[in-house]
């Protein structure tokens, strides 16, 4: 009878025990629960500074939430009951930016001819380019969750779209100019080019002229849209009340399409305007080609469903 008295006790203990674990000291549960919400970070930077806080192998910098790459998805959960959640990604950008270069007034510095003191070429214009773009990504899927003890299992499904634009835009201090008079032609200038831009070629061909050169006023790529549906499965271990480290890894399908591009393209060529006897501007708009892709396979970073196959820190409140 005592024997079995104090198995009962010692199973009654145990099972306490494991209730306790689910619980902290002030009465907090570990565990998510109906109506709670969630967010995710990339765990990296913690765990990197705190390798480097007690191996002391480099320079620690403090970690930060960098909402702000490119690779970055803010994604979220909502709680409907302990087992089940609702989950979602987000990604939506418009960017633009500017860049000014002053280059010589050309047509100035041709009227003015040779002279002797100060130099011809202080008369400026200013060259504009401005980019912008748009990236949009959106999923939604849902959660099941599995386990009693502080790691938790889960798996689910969820589907995605993801849309993106860019667009240059040149605008250029000197127009160009062809007259009868060569030494006031306004030409394409290697001072017109913007780093990294591709807004000047000499392959480019306007149709009817034999010039050397071309200069971009617009480039717009072609508009890429996404769609991806997948399966995924994971787990997170609850470090204290209500935050864990997990991560996930993913299997399905993804389709993409790129609409057509273009540039409009404007130069001065050989071609002769019978009216004048000057060579003549023109302008012409070459398109690209489509783009497509198909993906049946495990995932990672991505613009849809946020840092898929990394360590994430949860935050659930």
């Not at 960017?95 to 009227?111: F, I």
């Not at 783009?291 to 495990?298: E, K, N, P, S, V």
Request: net charge positive; glycine share 14%; no cysteine.
């Amino acid at each position: 009878m005592k024997k079995s008295i104090a198995l009962v006790a010692l199973a009654f203990g145990v099972t306490n025990a494991f209730a306790q674990d689910l619980t902290s000291k002030k009465g907090e549960p570990y565990l998510p629960e109906a109506g709670d919400w969630a967010i995710a970070v990339d765990a990296t930077p913690f765990l990197n500074y705190a390798g480097n806080f007690f191996g002391k192998t480099a320079n620690n910098t403090a970690p930060t939430w960098n909402f702000f790459t490119t690779a970055q998805t803010i994604t979220g959960k909502y709680f409907v009951d302990a087992q089940t959640a609702y989950r979602g990604s987000v990604r939506i950008g418009f960017n633009s930016t500017t860049e000014r270069n002053n280059v010589e007034d050309r047509l100035k510095a041709a009227s003015a001819g040779t002279v002797t003191g100060f130099p011809t070429s202080g008369a400026q214009v200013e060259n504009t380019w401005k980019r912008s773009n748009t990236v949009i990504g959106l999923a939604a899927g849902i959660e099941k969750r599995k386990g009693k003890t502080r790691l938790q299992g889960y798996y689910g499904g969820e589907v995605g779209i993801f849309l993106s634009t860019q667009k240059d835009k040149f605008t250029y201090g000197n127009a160009l100019a062809a007259t009868t008079t060569p030494s006031l032609n306004v030409n394409v200038d290697a001072d017109d080019a913007f780093t990294g831009s591709n807004n000047l070629s000499t392959t480019v061909n306007i149709p009817g002229m034999t010039g050397s050169g071309a200069r971009a006023t617009v480039i717009k790529q072609g508009t890429t849209f996404g769609f991806g549906v997948r399966g995924f499965i994971g787990a997170e271990y609850f470090l204290v009340p209500k935050i864990s480290l997990g991560g996930e890894f993913g299997w399905g399908l993804g389709l993409s399409t790129t609409g057509k591009g273009s540039t409009n393209w404007e130069s001065v060529g050989n071609a002769t305007n019978p009216s004048t006897g000057s060579n003549v501007v023109g302008a012409t708009t070459i398109e690209g080609a489509k783009q497509g892709g198909f993906a049946l396979d495990t995932d990672g970073n991505n613009s849809i469903f946020g840092p898929t196959g990394s360590l994430r820190l949860n935050f659930h409140f």
